[in-house]
């Protein structure tokens, strides 16, 4: 965020004397503790300023660049995920063609009959798998997907800066969110480089 002069000035006053009172603060600035409290409680809450009771105010030593850091880190893929699609593992190849036309996605995530996850499909294995003279209504999905346990997966209250890492270092636009299950992976959710793009945005905007 970016501060006003006078919330740059009480940082200064806190960096010199902290730990400091906010009576005291306004006493340097001759403002009132009133008019004061607005920009104590941005500071205090962008995380520039510690405050403690019958203390004062400590300065925390961080950055702009350190304390956006922080607020990446702890964003919750729950907080950003989308509604995951998928197919069964026996649908054709044709099929899931059409479905991931029909729903404008670049990933397919592929569930066995006990609707738990076996495999994904991307563009580039549907793209792969129409080249030929193969009949496509006559391919099922469960021949070109790739297959578990070969499926980077995550979890609702992991840290969406953690999953971006791993899209971006297995080369992969999207990963399922799961739900551990006694005989395998329960398919809740969708994190997509759009999705963590979106979040990011979000977070700037805020800031």
Do not use: H, W
């Amino acid at each position: 965020m970016e501060l006003n002069k006078r919330q740059e000035q009480i940082l200064q006053i806190v960096k010199d004397y902290g730990p400091i009172t906010g009576e005291s603060i306004a006493e340097k600035l001759n403002l009132t503790r009133a008019t004061l409290r607005p920009d104590l409680a941005i500071l205090t809450m962008a995380g520039y300023l510690e405050a403690r009771p019958r203390v004062g105010y400590f300065y925390t030593g961080k950055t702009g660049k350190q304390l956006f850091a922080d607020k990446m880190k702890k964003m919750k893929v729950e907080d950003y995920q989308s509604i995951p699609v998928v197919v069964n593992e026996n649908v054709s190849v044709y099929d899931a063609i059409v479905t991931m036309f029909l729903e404008d996605v670049g990933t397919l995530f592929v569930v066995d009959d006990e609707s738990l996850l076996a495999g994904v499909l991307s563009r580039k294995d549907l793209l792969r798998a129409s080249l030929g003279k193969q009949e496509l209504t006559a391919i099922p999905v469960n021949i070109i997907m790739t297959r578990m346990p070969n499926i980077a997966v995550c979890y609702k209250d992991d840290s969406l800066i953690d999953v971006a890492e791993q899209l971006i270092e297995k080369q992969i636009d999207a990963m399922p969110v799961v739900r551990k299950r006694e005989k395998g992976y329960e398919v809740i959710g969708r994190i997509t480089k759009t999705n963590i793009t979106k979040a990011f945005v979000s977070l700037a905007k805020e800031d």
